[in-house]
């Protein structure tokens, strides 16, 4: 049993969530998720320029594909995966000992006020790991204290909404016709990222300069067959498919499904995606 961390009042909400059934259910479908990154997968580590010898710190690391990648990177360097979520780090720490990587580690912390200690990484990555804190701002000056000067700092996140095909769709249908506001730019949402003057300003604010922001736009994964698909997108949603009254339900239900048949192709379902890979120096 480990000791809960302590978490900012601002990301007490999340804590819940990542440490409860939001946990849960990517803990379940965790290989799902990395065969939906996994055509950004290679770009995020390649951006963050790790060598034999590097310290790195995985920011959100959930399952820890990052960190245990970069840690057979650097052999004789070492990674520590931080998350909220104790299940994920569960099954990281598990896999990470089936692949006998001794040099990566994992810890259950708040990333946006943990002690990480003093300029004591070369580099910092996160896929969708800093879209969620409550005070961005905070968060991203806690890590750059983390990181030696002159070090890395790579993020994969969202870009906006309207760019998304899938996120966007699967959102409109699980709201049943009811007319949904764009999510808040300033709440934790995977969108909180996706506005790179936003991003731009809090990295400067933080301590970073020379900030880069790359398109990476291509299809994204969602299942080998519809069924397959339909069970990963349905649980996702489950929320607001609750929220449905019967018939209503029953008719977002088709359409999903039907909307899931139109985008089967030979590699499986497939929706279009957009993310920025963000790549900041510590100044």
Known sequence: MTDTPTVDSSNTDQFRSWDGGNGAFWTERAERFDEGMSGYHGELLKAAEIQQDSTILDIGCGSGQVTRDA????????????????????????????????????????????????????????????????????????????????????????????????????????????????????????????????????LTEAGFADIEMTDLSMPMYYGRDVEDAFDFITGNFASALRQLDNERRAHAIDALRADIAAHLTDRGVLYGAAHWLINARRT
Not at 81 to 109: I, K, W, Y
Not at 125 to 147: C, K, W
Not at 148 to 156: E, I
Request: glycine content about 8%; cysteine-free; overall charge neutral.
């Open 71 to 202: 840690a057979r990177i650097a052999r004789g360097g070492s990674a520590l995966g931080v998350d909220l979520s104790s299940t994920l780090l569960d099954l990281a720490r598990a896999l990470a000992a089936e692949e006998r990587l001794t040099n990566a580690a994992f810890v259950q912390a708040d990333a946006q006020l943990h002690d990480f200690g003093e300029s004591r990484f070369d580099v910092a990555v996160s896929r969708h790991g800093t879209m969620f804190f409550g005070d961005r701002q905070a968060a991203f000056a806690n890590i750059a204290r983390a990181i030696q000067p002159g070090g890395r700092f790579v993020q994969l996140t969202w870009q906006a909404l309207d760019r998304n095909e899938g996120i966007r769709t699967f959102r409109t249908i699980a709201s049943g016709g009811r007319e949904l506001p764009p999510p808040p730019p300033e709440a934790p949402t995977p969108f909180s990222l996706s506005d790179p003057d936003r991003v731009r300003q809090l």
